[in-house]
């Protein structure tokens, strides 16, 4: 799946080890048809909060110190458990790592281009530089 291939090779250009990374996914579930597009196109009333709060559930238990988001819904939704925001919403905010505060809890948050649409959108140099914060 281009998702995956196009993060391990960011991963690996970055120098950060898979082990040291906790992976999920914004908007959780399955959607019809094939292994691209918007799963958020239909979604079943209270879908988006459910996800937002399962979201802020994982960072509470996981505490990450960096978060690297993949495309616009991932930044949109991670925005909305920030504070302050990290980014303005509707549009690809820099590569460049951001520091705030997701659940209360401080972190480190990179936003990137999804790998499945551009490979090599994500900035390895902000990546490893928040990493190595």
């Not at 879908?47 to 802020?56: E, H, T």
């Not at 504070?83 to 505060?101: F, Q």
Request: proline share 11%.
């Amino acid at each position: 799946m281009n998702t995956w291939g196009g993060l391990c090779n960011l991963l690996d250009a970055a120098e950060v080890s898979y082990s040291e990374f906790f992976f999920t996914n914004a908007y959780v579930g399955l959607k019809d048809g094939g292994p691209t597009g918007d799963v958020t196109q239909y979604p079943a009333p209270g879908y988006r909060a459910w996800c937002r709060d399962f979201l802020g559930h994982q960072i509470n238990v996981m505490r990450p110190r960096v978060v690297l988001t993949l495309g616009e819904p991932a930044w949109t939704a991670l925005a909305a458990v920030a504070e302050p925001r990290p980014w303005p919403p509707g549009r690809l905010p820099p590569p460049e790592p951001a520091t705030t505060s997701l659940c209360g809890h401080p972190t480190i948050v990179v936003a990137a281009k999804h790998t499945s649409i551009a490979p090599r959108a994500a900035n390895k140099d902000s990546l490893r530089i928040a990493w190595g914060s």
